[in-house]
């Protein structure tokens, strides 16, 4: 069923840190009482849930019958104006394992309707997640922390967030506690601490995508671009490889990249072709798997 009208609501919980994790919450307008599957979304790395046409998707998703939840990491260093870096002292110690528990702390106000509808119920046992790059990797970890998510789709997904990470960086840490990396679209020459890598080196059994996409048994569809110039599409097919469920899919998006033709912003009136195969792809996967 397809749904005319949508309802947005926005605002806070608080992470384990008692910092803001700022949400959208957006539903299809129908029947008190319905029950609707919740959908999260994890934005990537230097992303934010309000990138390019990620709040198209949203509302698409919602009028498939679903209750999307997009929201910022609290370590993503962009504060009340959502769009800008302006909180680069978070920024600078975005962990793994705090971008997970964030995870947890919107699963939590789910399940304790901190984040709820008037008139409609968010059923906290079906979840479904999705995520981009970084988002997707944490997105799988995720997915085999918490029993509630049901559903996965990954888009251009990181395996191995260690192996992002050149000589230098590794060397930067250890030599003088954080190196310097640049935000291409911001021109913001953005500092990382040491306590990054510390937490994913220490703690990869745990944190690793490639590790714990081996204990999923849930559906899960894992979607890249087959020229994508950031993460290359073999880290979406090992996680594939990896994935020990009976029901999932991995596909391969032609003639694109790591954000399947969309940008930032985004004020086209109609999706590339590409990105338009990649939520129509996600979107059946959601109504076969979650609904």
Same mark, same amino acid.
């Given at each position: 069923?397809?749904? *005319?009208?949508?309802?947005?609501?926005s605002?806070?919980?608080?992470?384990?840190?008692?910092?803001? +994790?700022?949400?959208?919450?957006? &539903?299809?307008? $129908?029947? &008190?009482?319905?029950?609707?599957?919740?959908?999260?979304?994890?934005?990537?790395?230097?992303?934010?849930?309000?990138?390019?046409?990620?709040?198209?998707?949203?509302?698409?998703?919602a009028?498939?019958?679903? !209750?999307? +939840? =997009?929201?910022?990491?609290?370590?993503?260093?962009?504060?009340?104006?959502?769009?800008?870096?302006?909180?680069?002292?978070?920024?600078?110690?975005?962990?793994? *394992?705090?971008?997970?528990?964030?995870?947890?702390?919107?699963?939590?106000?789910?399940? =304790?309707?901190?984040?709820?509808?008037?008139?409609?119920?968010?059923? =906290?046992?079906?979840?479904?997640i @999705?995520?981009?790059?970084?988002?997707?990797?944490?997105?799988?970890?995720?997915?085999?922390?918490?029993?509630?998510?049901?559903?996965?789709?990954?888009?251009a997904?990181?395996?191995?967030? $260690?192996?992002?990470?050149?000589?230098? @960086?590794?060397?930067?840490?250890?030599r003088?506690?954080?190196?310097?990396? &640049?935000?291409?679209? &911001?021109?913001?020459?953005l500092?990382?601490?040491?306590?990054?890598?510390?937490?994913? @080196?220490?703690?990869?059994?745990?944190?690793?995508?490639?590790?714990?996409?081996?204990?999923?048994?849930?559906? =899960?569809?894992? +979607?890249?671009?087959?020229?994508?110039?950031?993460?290359?599409?073999?880290?979406?097919?090992?996680?594939?490889? !990896?994935?020990?469920?009976?029901?999932k899919? #991995?596909?391969? +998006?032609?003639?694109?990249?790591?954000? #399947?033709?969309?940008?930032?912003?985004?004020?086209?009136?109609?999706?590339?072709?590409?990105?338009?195969?990649?939520?129509?792809?996600?979107?059946?996967?959601?109504?076969?798997?979650?609904?």
């Amino acid at each position: 069923m397809s749904f *005319s009208s949508i309802s947005k609501q926005s605002g806070h919980i608080l992470s384990t840190e008692k910092l803001p +994790i700022y949400y959208d919450l957006l &539903t299809p307008v $129908t029947s &008190t009482g319905t029950v609707l599957p919740a959908i999260l979304f994890v934005h990537g790395f230097k992303g934010f849930k309000d990138w390019g046409a990620f709040p198209d998707v949203y509302e698409e998703l919602a009028r498939s019958g679903f !209750a999307v +939840i =997009s929201f910022n990491l609290s370590l993503n260093g962009t504060g009340k104006s959502m769009t800008e870096f302006d909180e680069p002292e978070l920024f600078r110690r975005q962990t793994l *394992s705090q971008d997970l528990r964030d995870v947890g702390s919107v699963i939590d106000a789910v399940k =304790s309707k901190l984040i709820t509808i008037d008139k409609l119920v968010l059923d =906290s046992d079906r979840i479904g997640i @999705m995520g981009h790059s970084r988002g997707g990797h944490t997105a799988i970890t995720a997915a085999a922390e918490f029993a509630e998510i049901q559903c996965l789709v990954t888009w251009a997904a990181v395996a191995d967030y $260690t192996k992002r990470w050149s000589e230098k @960086m590794v060397n930067d840490w250890l030599r003088k506690g954080y190196t310097d990396i &640049t935000n291409a679209r &911001t021109g913001q020459v953005l500092p990382i601490d040491r306590v990054v890598y510390d937490d994913a @080196m220490e703690n990869a059994e745990k944190l690793i995508a490639l590790n714990r996409v081996k204990e999923l048994y849930i559906p =899960s569809m894992f +979607i890249a671009g087959k020229d994508d110039e950031s993460v290359p599409y073999s880290d979406t097919e090992k996680l594939y490889r !990896a994935s020990p469920s009976d029901e999932k899919d #991995f596909r391969i +998006i032609e003639n694109t990249g790591h954000t #399947f033709g969309v940008s930032h912003p985004f004020e086209e009136t109609d999706f590339p072709p590409e990105f338009t195969e990649v939520l129509d792809l996600t979107e059946g996967w959601f109504l076969d798997h979650l609904r």
